[in-house]
Each structure stands twice: as C-alpha cells, then as structure tokens.
C-alpha cells in the first residue's frame, strides 16, 4: 500500500534524549524550555522576528481572528481545508468567498475589490500548496481598504517570496504543524507576526488572558502546546533541509514521469519556488480524473481529492455559492502520493499507471 501521505519520523533515540530532558526538569507543559528553544530554532530557520507555538494550526487562525479584532465580513477562498472557513464562523465572522485563479489555485487577487462592502474587516487568504498568493496585489488592496490580511500557510513551511520569508507577508500568517505536514510537532501550529504588540497580545490569549498572578487582561482560550511536541519538532526540524530536498528531487521525478500526461500542475508564483510540499494535478476532465483514481485505489496507491468539494457549497452552517472556476477545478484536481519515504521506483510505478488509464 502506498499511501497519499505519511509522518515523518525522526530516529527515535533522537527524540529521547530530549524526552530525559524532560523526565530530569518535570516540567511538561505551559510555554517549558524546549517550546521556547524551538520558538527561537523556528524564529531562525524562517528568518522572522516574532511567532508563537501553539496548540494547532486551526486555533492559530482563531487567535489571529480574535487579536485583531475583526468583525463582519472577511474574504476568504473557496479552495482551501475547511478549517480556514470554519474558523471564521466559529469567530463570528461572515466569510465571503471571492473564487480562485485557475492557473494558481490561489484566490484571484482581481475580483477581491468586488467583494468589499462597508462590512469587510479583512482577507484571509490560502497559500495553497504552499504556492505564494499573490502577495503585493493583496497588500495594496488592504492598505487601499484598511483591511486586516491573514494568510492561512499551513502548507508553506519554508517558503520564500521576494528573497524573503512568506511569514513577512499580511498581519499574521499562521502554519499547521501537525503530523501529516511536511515537517511537525504531531500536533501543532504557529502564529507569525512583524507587529510585538500583536504578538503579545496573542500570547496572553493563548494562555487564558492571564496577564499577572491574579490578574487577567482578555478574553483567552488554552492554546498552548507541550514539551513533547516541543521536542518532536526540535527533532524534525533538524531534518527540515533534507525533507525538502527529497520532496523536490520526488517533484522533478514525478514532473519528468508525467510530462505527456493530459493534465496541468498549479503555476507557481514566479519569485519563490515550489518546496514539494504537494503534488497536485489537474486533469482535463473529471471523468478521467475519477477514473485514474479507481485505478490507483484498486491496486493499492493512495490519493486525495485536495480540494475537493468548494467550501463555498460543502458546509451545511452557510448558505450555498456557486463558484465557478472553484466548482469546475474542484472536481479536477487530483494529489498523489508524496512523503519523505516515498521512492523513484513507487513514483515510476504510479506514472505508469495513471498513464496507462490515459492511453486506456
Ligand atoms: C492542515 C490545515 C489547517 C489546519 O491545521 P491543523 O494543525 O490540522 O489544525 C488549516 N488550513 C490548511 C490549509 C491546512 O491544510
């Protein structure tokens, strides 16, 4: 069986040494050493100033939400994972979907304008695949506005756009941790902001509101993470390089396999560089779509239909919309197999198939 996706796992002695740090300190949870040692390994690895480690990536959208205070609507993209919808509901918030650029997958920047109202507070945009939004178009759009920007980019660890990190990019950007992401803590996410104030405040959040020993400052929520998932991604962080390079020598491979396939692969933004962190395809047709994934789930290779159903038709708690470039790429898109373990021969081997459902 060769799944869709699978944890890497660093060498377990690696992960125990940091586990008899914790044994001798007692100390296993509430902002310990090793979550602050990895806040300040992140803070360097990202060349970024400020970030938080907390509990996931979808309570790092919610405090981001919550910090800045936004209210009524926000426009969001119809294509992404649910929870970038879901926590704007759960926050309050209207979401109003603005449908996608069919080259990128990305929120399409040019019809954002349209959708402004006198209730807009802000963006919250996907990084899809780690595949940079089209940043400065947002940015000067928000200024325009003044509008609040969230980049959900939990797909884009290690990303850089215009020589520098994606996480420099709208007021906060949040990351996803967890387990089946290209590096992690098992469970995890990170809030990354230019503001200290901000970031401040989103660590009083993340501890209660508690601000003193007796006193509180705000409303907070417990979005803290532990010393073991510390360690965990003290210990994968190490490998963070060498996982990226792997994914981008599987990418090529897979590129150079399905090169006469039918099919299109998302249009990277042009001044940063695809990490390998998926690997999606577009076929012509979903006909032909489905039938390359019976075929591939028949003889025992995993995939996913990333993104699939459009959030603006799937959440029973939203009035349907139709979107259509959303609507159409949905029922298209395609992610195979891609994980650290993952070998030329399987790749090989899964090309071969998929082309054979082609030529059928
Ligand atoms: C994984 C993911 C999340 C949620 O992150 P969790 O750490 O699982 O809570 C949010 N947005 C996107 C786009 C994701 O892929």
Redesign the pocket.
């Known amino acids: 069986m060769i799944p869709v996706t699978k944890p890497f796992l660093p060498p377990l002695e690696e992960y125990e040494k940091y586990l008899e740090g914790i044994w001798k300190r007692e100390w296993l949870t509430n902002m310990g050493p090793l979550a602050n040692q990895l806040e300040m390994a992140y803070k360097k690895y990202f060349d970024v100033k400020h970030l938080l480690f907390v509990t ?3 309570i790092a ?1 919610q405090l981001a939400i919550k910090a800045l205070e936004l209210q009524g609507e926000i426009i969001t993209t119809p294509f ?2 649910v ?2 919808t879901s926590t704007i509901v759960w926050e309050n918030c209207k979401p109003v979907f603005v449908d996608i650029n069919p080259e990128t997958l990305n929120i399409d920047a040019s019809k954002i304008e349209a959708a402004i109202t006198d209730k807009t507070s802000a963006i919250l945009a ?1 990084h899809v695949y780690g595949n940079p939004c089209d940043v400065e178009a947002i940015e000067k759009i928000a200024k325009k506005h003044q509008l609040k920007v969230i980049y ?1 980019a ?2 884009a660890f290690g990303v850089k756009v215009n020589g520098k990190s994606i996480f420099e990019y709208g007021d906060v950007s949040t990351l ?3 387990a089946t ?1 290209m590096c992690h803590t098992v ?3 990170l809030v990354v902001t230019k503001d200290p104030d901000l970031l401040k405040k989103m660590a009083r959040m993340r501890n209660f509101g508690i601000s003193g020993f007796d006193s509180f400052s705000e409303l907070g929520v417990n979005a803290k993470n532990s010393e073991f998932h510390a360690a965990m991604g003290l210990t994968t962080l190490a490998y963070a390089d060498a996982i990226i390079q792997k994914r981008l020598e599987l990418t090529a491979r897979y590129d150079e396999k399905l090169k006469n396939l039918q099919a299109y692969r998302p249009t990277w933004h042009t001044q940063s560089n695809n990490l390998g962190a998926y690997y999606a395809v577009v076929f012509d047709q979903e006909e032909q779509m489905l039938r390359t994934m019976k075929h591939l789930s028949d003889n025992e290779i995993g995939t996913r239909r990333y993104f699939y159903p459009s959030l603006a038709s799937a959440l029973p708690y939203l009035e349907q919309k139709a979107m259509p470039i959303t609507d159409d790429i949905a029922c298209r898109v395609l992610c195979l197999p891609m994980y650290y373990d993952l070998s030329f021969e399987e790749i090989d081997m899964i090309c071969r198939r998929i082309l054979r459902v082609q030529n059928n």
């Open positions: 996931n990536g979808t959208l992404s994972f929870a970038t996907t959900d939990a797909h996803s941790l967890h992401k469970e995890g996410g």
